[in-house]
């Protein structure tokens, strides 16, 4: 998920236990869920974010499928990989409405990144997956900006 605020700044976490390991918030789809929910749901469990203080402003066209050259330690017996979709979701709250020490932890350190210090930033394994959605992010900007969104 790409959350971003009224600053046109986008949420990057540091994946706990993983020093340096930037990534945008993500997760699976739990069964019966509809992928909006999945949205709301893991910003939730990974920024501890109340569904009030998001909205989803759309759903991008960018997709990414990628396998890890190794099992990770947290998906043993369960996947190696996954397939992403993006999602750009409007931050609606204050940052003191942000908490990463949720009962699902998964980021130990969060910041607020243009998309440029995004691409510097981000874990190198996940880069390639972020390169459309950010582009997609900065049409999104350039449109809302100049008053072109509906």
Known sequence: MLL???AGK???GERDGEPGHWQFPQGGVDEGD???DTVVRELGEEVGL???KVRIAKKLRATFDYDWPEVRSYGKKKYRGQSQTFWLVEFLGEDNDINVAT???EFMNWK????AEVRTIASKVRLPGYLMPLREFE???LLRDTG???
């Open 103 to 105: 009962d699902h932890k």
């Open 112 to 115: 607020w990144c243009s998309s």
């Open 34 to 36: 509809s992928l909006e």
């Open 139 to 141: 049409d999104y900007l």
């Open 50 to 52: 109340a569904a009030d």
């Open 148 to 150: 072109l969104l509906e």
């Open 10 to 12: 986008l949420w990057l």
């Open 4 to 6: 971003f605020n009224n």
